[in-house]
């Protein structure tokens, strides 16, 4: 088991860009974020069961997060991108069920993560 994250990159802002994570055995997939002198912050997580969604406020409407089970695969598609969404993009699983998603946007919810993708947004 293990997870594998892909697709950061360098954009202008207002760009677009997609990371993928590669993923299976996990009921909860979520994508986590660190810019640099930062803590991690949880921006998205994905029920791969149910297809339920849920969001940090700094990305809502701008952030999708999806998942493809045939191909075990979790994506996060980034639009409308901010100089302050640059930082190292990281992929978690979460092996654990019975909570509500909402609550899933803690480090300590997931018991694996991926190595980051670095995303950098210039100005």
């Known amino acids: 088991v293990q997870l594998q994250a892909s697709g950061g990159g360098s954009v202008e802002s207002g760009g677009s860009l997609r990371l993928s994570c590669a993923a299976s055995?996990?009921?909860?997939i979520a994508w986590f974020r660190q810019a640099e002198g930062q803590e991690r912050e949880g921006v998205a997580v994905?029920?791969?069961?149910?297809?339920?969604?849920y969001y940090a406020n700094s990305v809502k409407g701008r952030f999708t997060i999806s998942r493809d089970n045939a191909k075990n695969m979790v994506y996060l598609q980034m639009n409308s991108l901010r100089p302050e969404d640059t930082a190292t993009y990281y992929c978690?699983?979460?092996?654990?069920?019975?909570?509500?998603?909402?609550?899933?946007?803690?480090?300590?919810?997931?018991?694996?993560w991926g190595q980051g993708t670095q995303v950098t947004v210039s100005s």
């Open positions: 994905i029920n791969v069961n149910d297809g339920f969604t």
């Open positions: 978690a699983g979460r092996r654990r069920i019975r909570k509500p998603i909402s609550k899933l946007l803690a480090e300590s919810e997931y018991d694996l």
């Open positions: 055995g996990f009921p909860n």
